[in-house]
């Protein structure tokens, strides 16, 4: 059977591996595995979110609220804008897959930073499109400029902060590189770590607020999947102007979010108590791994994220040094498929990120 | 912003308005309020179920295993496969999704019954797809040939029990066609209420096995949404030869099911008892059914699901019937959108009937 020509070229995604999958390969108990590997919320999620879903597992049966009211009234009053400007996806993913198939087509060109989140140029091949990236390792806007000038790419992706370096863009320099910007060019956003970013530098901050304000191009994603703890739930968001979120809806397939997960997250936003303390938290223990990195001469890229990368020396490898650590239980992500001799790290709890410094020190 | 242009020829799929929806329209309380609309498993899903998603909230803030392997064995336990022959979907709609953007392409023909599942339609005009249709209401595998022969057609589906009508194919036609299609096509058995065809009438069964055996251009469709009870929880599936599910693996977004949902459906499979229960309460309460069509001279098709599709007569208006029932809290689907002056109603529970036979009985 033949297929569509552009499948030849998708390379699926490789997914942090979960803890069941170390568990079956090298035979170690659960409770002695520690997954740094994924951006999860260390703390899980909040306590109200886990009360509120467990009240209702007899729903379990009944479709979702397809207009998703609820969740989409709670994010308005977040973030001060209307719900007509609001679409929900399964993770935020889902979003930028309804937004390459709205505005790419084959042979379109979809501009990204050199390293970035990987979906973005799945995404892109799965309808044909040309991908053209920045030779910079960070979001270098005027390199983006250029960029766009001279290929006048259907959708330009700027991720803020990015994943997976950790690093963030100036919110000034960002909001003046989109102002030159057609209006036939989507620009998006994808703040899937804003919070964490807010957390530690208000220069970083860009509100979907700002972005519905100033920007008729633009669309602002979001997630419940870090912050919020809610990884294991898919739900994520598009915020934009209306043409761009009635373009989405058509691809939207009914039902995307389930029923737990629509009560997940409205419960999630109202415990930012909760979300603080993770942030909080975050932050405390970063200034261990920065500790840790000048301990044993390795770069750190200076993170605005809930995780930091760890760029390895010559004579090190980051995927033996990934390797070794999985066979004692500790997930990390290796970065060698993004062309970077460097481990990424979840900042877990106090404890284990003693386990990491323990581990690592040992095997550095 | 300009749009990929397939997206002006594209409607929304419209749900069956959910509780929450009546509720806020006519101020009805939520515990006055029937749905009959969206064939929801009327006794929820299993306590099993139920038990273990309570037992593992924690674990919302955690990515899904995406190889899916807890689940993916139990189906091929299920139906005597192997893993490598499946793929699991948001429902067996995003494996609908997954497979017309793997075969079918702009121009491409795909064939489908005159009244069948919203989904297809909406899907295949993403790509650009031509839809053809049959004449013939229900399926008639003669017209379906002639109309393969002459339009050649990327993918065919054939939805078995048909949705909304609720007829069935019989096992040995189906079968006999699918053996004149030529290998490039896909064809596509939609089983989303399988599990009650066969507790009514064995001849209309289709097992993956037998596909996965017979034919290496099938994939067989099934979901947890229906005798499952797990609407809310987005979990289908597909099952056919390697390549086909090679292929679609590559359109499939990352975690594209809940942690909880995994679980739900894993631990569903366990308790067929329940099911068996579920379609045992179904086909009882269908003879009322058909003894209240008697009764008012309406003509109710044939069922072989959890539904009953009652046509209205010369004079009755299917619109209008159902908006009456709405405003009395009784949720059904109107089938005037599919061109019938109809309406398709959800085998309930006792009491949820009889108030279905109540209301309709002052209406009609």
Known sequence: MEFNKHLADIKSYEAGKPIELVVREFGIDPKDIVKLASNENPFGCSQKVQDAVSSIVKNMALY????MLKLKNALAKKYDIETKNIIIGS?????????????????????????????????????????????SQE?????????????????????TPNNPTGDAID???LKEFIAKIDDDTLVVIDGAYMEYAIGKDKSKKITPKEVLEGFNNTIYLGTFSKAYGLGGMRVGYGIASEPIIEALYKLRPPFNITTLSLE??????????????SIENNFKEMKRYEEFARTHSLKIIESY??????????????SLLADSLLKKGMI???????????IRV??????????FFELTSQLL
Chains 1, 2 share one sequence.
């Open 64 to 67: 979702p609220d397809d207009s």
């Open 346 to 355: 979840t900042i877990g709890t106090p404890s284990q990120n003693d386990r």
């Open 264 to 277: 997940a997250a409205s419960v999630a936003l109202d415990d930012e108590a909760f979300v603080e303390m």
């Open 139 to 159: 979001h270098n806007m005027d390199e983006f400029y250029e960029l766009y000038k001279e290929h006048k790419p259907s959708v330009i992706f700027i991720c």
């Open 91 to 135: 993770g935020s993913d889902q979003v930028i897959e309804f937004l390459i198939h709205a505005k790419a087509v084959e042979n379109a060109t979809v501009l990204m930073n050199s390293v970035t989140f990987a979906m973005y140029e799945i995404y892109a091949k799965q309808v044909g499109a040309k991908i053209v990236r920045t030779a």
């Open 332 to 342: 990390v992500r290796n970065l060698s498929g993004y062309g970077l001799n460097a």
């Open 305 to 318: 994220t809930n995780f930091v990368t760890l760029c390895l020396n010559e004579g090190q490898n980051s």
């Open 171 to 173: 919110a000034q320099a």
